[in-house]
């Protein structure tokens, strides 16, 4: 029996004898069955489409942010393949008979080191409408950037920069997953970003995650995906890394000392949202495909990515990037010095690998937009000195939740170790100390779909 469903058994029956706080009846959840709506969906992922698309981005040209400042009679590869991608999306709205909105945010940015004089920016986005009214308020978002950037001469927008990786591979993810995604109905709404300006200094999508933050958007997770093509003269071993901040960047100083003080460095929402893609969605990856790698860090060192944007807005997000990098491959001017060839080309990508990130995706994407909200206001009592301990919290507005579960893991462990299963209560006890373990509440529906844990609030 598998170690997560073994303790959801146990402690099912250790709460039944300890839940003093509720006279519910403590029943198991439902167990983790797959969804044959998201196999089917992950299934559909296609390498020849992901392929044909990036070889297409590539042949742009440079897609230099600054190219949409060159005057009409040149041929400026950001602003061709901007007009592309919207064309793509336009006709998977048409395909699926209107199920996306395809939308643009246009705004003006700089000047800063990398943009001389301010500059055009232009955020392309597909709106899938959730299917359900109170549930569709909550939004998922895929997003990349499509602009490409060759650092020798970082503020030439005719300077060549393929660009195939970093991020053609990216936005190719994109336009699959909204293909394939597109042909289901989710409670939830997803989002397909694609944003220019990135290499500049995230523009684009602090752009768009102020936008979102402005109108009011309720977004609960951001999958950000950069240099996911996986360049083939490198081992990739099968993993896609998952970075994700643990410190928020939108946190206040008084927020930070309640971080420090709790212990709760690891337990952002972000790196809830890291453990989720481990946990929930790693079952539904072929066993030869590429499996997500957690790394408890915001980012690379001396590196940046839009996940970072969303961040600094109080938003879930978390960057998706191959393993090992080639960095001959990347910010490069094609050309060959000393036997090495340099250059960001489509002929370096492994577009198996990049099948496989887009299945990992593609599955987060649909079992966080079939899942119930996640609970709100959990809350820790920390008003008695015991050996046990009461969470409470109450139901989100969706309505869709049949039970929820309390999570536990020991302070060092990276993992959620144990799972009680609650029941349709809204408080319980737990025969642990909170001094002991650190503690998250979770939701599911009645087809087992899991929602995202919430770090409790601890309350006297």
């Known amino acids: 029996m598998p170690k997560m469903r073994f303790w959801r058994l146990f402690s099912a029956c250790c709460l039944a004898l300890a839940a003093g706080s509720s006279s519910a009846q403590v029943v198991p959840a439902p167990s983790n069955t797959m969804d044959a709506k998201v196999q089917g969906r992950v299934a559909a992922v296609s390498r020849e489409h992901l392929q044909a698309t990036n070889v297409t981005l590539v042949n742009f040209g440079s897609r230099h942010t600054l190219g949409s400042a060159l005057p009409p009679e040149k041929r400026a590869g950001v602003v061709e393949s901007r007009k592309w991608l919207t064309a793509q999306l336009d006709s998977i709205a048409s395909d699926c008979k209107g199920c996306l909105e395809v939308k643009s945010y246009t705004f ?11 500059v055009e920016l232009v955020d392309v986005y597909a709106v899938q409408r959730g299917s359900e009214p109170e549930a569709g308020k909550r939004v998922i978002v895929i997003c990349a950037h ?19 990786n970093d991020d053609g591979s990216g936005s190719s993810l994109v336009l699959e997953a909204a293909r394939v995604l597109s042909k289901e109905k989710f409670p939830a709404t997803i989002v397909y970003a694609i944003f220019p300006g990135e290499e500049q200094g995230l523009f684009g999508s602090k752009g768009f995650a102020k936008m979102v933050k402005a109108e009011g958007w309720k977004v609960e997770a951001v999958l950000s995906n950069d240099i996911v093509g996986g ?12 970075f994700s901040e643990g410190l928020p960047a939108s946190a206040t100083e008084p927020e930070m000392r309640k971080v420090r003080l709790l212990g709760a460095e ?20 072929p066993a030869g495909s590429v499996h997500p790698k957690l790394i408890f860090r915001q980012d690379r060192f001396l590196r940046g990515g839009d996940h970072s944007s969303f961040n600094e807005q109080g938003i879930a997000a978390v960057r998706i990037t191959e393993f090992v990098e080639n960095f001959d491959h990347q910010h490069q001017i094609p050309r060959t010095e000393n036997g090495i060839e340099y250059g960001d080309l489509a002929k370096f990508e492994d577009f198996e690998y990049l099948a496989g990130v887009t299945r990992l995706n593609v599955a987060a994407a649909a079992l966080l937009a079939s899942s119930p909200a996640p609970p709100e206001k959990v809350q820790l009592l920390t008003k008695e000195l015991v050996n046990s301990s009461t969470l409470r919290w109450t139901a989100a507005a969706d309505g869709r939740a049949a039970g929820y579960e309390v999570l536990y893991r020991d302070t060092t462990a990276p993992m959620w170790e144990q799972v009680v299963s609650a029941g349709a209560v ?17 939701a599911y529906d009645a087809q087992g779909h899991r929602s995202l844990p919430v770090y409790p609030e601890p309350v006297r």
């Open 108 to 118: 003006m940015d700089g000047p800063s080191p990398r943009i001389p004089q301010p």
């Open 146 to 164: 499509y602009d490409s950037i060759a650092m020798a001469r970082m503020n030439d927008p005719e300077a060549p920069a393929p660009g195939a």
């Open 231 to 242: 360049d083939n003269t490198r081992n990739q071993q099968g993993l896609a890394r998952i």
């Open 266 to 285: 690891s337990d952002s929402a972000s790196r809830q949202l890291a453990r989720y893609i481990a946990s929930e969605v790693a079952p539904y990856l």
């Open 426 to 442: 809204s408080q319980v006890t737990v025969p642990q100390s909170k001094d002991n373990v650190v503690f998250a509440v979770r």
